[in-house]
C-alpha cells in the first residue's frame, strides 16, 4: 500500500451552532482543491471511518472545543484502546487503535481542537468560531506545505514530523 492523499476529518453537528466548525474547515479546503488532501465530514466519529483513514498519508481530526483557548491548536494522537466497551463517544485515539488492528498499520493522525462558544441549537458560527475555521485552515496548509514525512517507530507506528 503507497497511502498519498491526506484525510481530513470534520467532526460536528452545524445545527447545533459552533458545533460546526469542522464540517466549515473541510468546506474551504474543499473549496482550494488540494491534490493531496481528502475531507469528510461526520456528525460523530464511528468505526467505518478505520477504512478510509487506513488508505490515507495522514489524518487531521477536525472538532470543536467549548473550554480550549483563544487559539486553535493540533496535537498528535496515537493508538490508544477504548477506555469502556459502552460507550457512544469514539476517540481519535480509538479510531486510529482499529485502523492499526484491522488494516496492520496505523498513520500518522492528529486532532485539531477549534475554540468555540455556542453548541446552542441554530445554523452559523460565532465569530470566535470563525477565526478558529481560519486558523485551523492555516494549520492544516502550513503542515501539507512543509513536506510533513513520516517515520516509523520500533513498534511498527508511524509518526509525523515537518
Known amino acids: 500500500m503507497n497511502p498519498v492523499r491526506w484525510l481530513i476529518v470534520g467532526i460536528g453537528n452545524e445545527s447545533r451552532g459552533d458545533d460546526g466548525v469542522g464540517k466549515a474547515v473541510c468546506e474551504q479546503l474543499r473549496a482550494k482543491a488540494i491534490a ?3 475531507t469528510l465530514t461526520v456528525h460523530q466519529l464511528t ?3 478505520a477504512e478510509p483513514i487506513s488508505r490515507a498519508a495522514g489524518v487531521i481530526f477536525v472538532d470543536a472545543d467549548i473550554s480550549s483557548t483563544d487559539f486553535a491548536s493540533i496535537r498528535p494522537v496515537g493508538p490508544e484502546s477504548p477506555r469502556s466497551g459502552m460507550t457512544h463517544a469514539v476517540s481519535p485515539e480509538s479510531v486510529i487503535m482499529l485502523v492499526k488492528t484491522a488494516f496492520g498499520r496505523s498513520p500518522p493522525a492528529w486532532l485539531l481542537s477549534i ?3 455556542d453548541i446552542a441549537i441554530h445554523v452559523g458560527l ?3 468560531a470563525r477565526a478558529g475555521v481560519d486558523q485551523a485552515v492555516a494549520i492544516i496548509l502550513g503542515v501539507l506545505m512543509a513536506g510533513a514525512v513520516t517515520s516509523e517507530t520500533r ?3 508511524e509518526r509525523l514530523s515537518c
Open 36 to 38: 493531496a488532501l481528502e
Open 126 to 128: 460565532s465569530l470566535r
Open 115 to 117: 475554540p468555540i462558544d
Open 155 to 157: 513498534d511498527g507506528e
Open 47 to 49: 468505526p467505518e471511518l
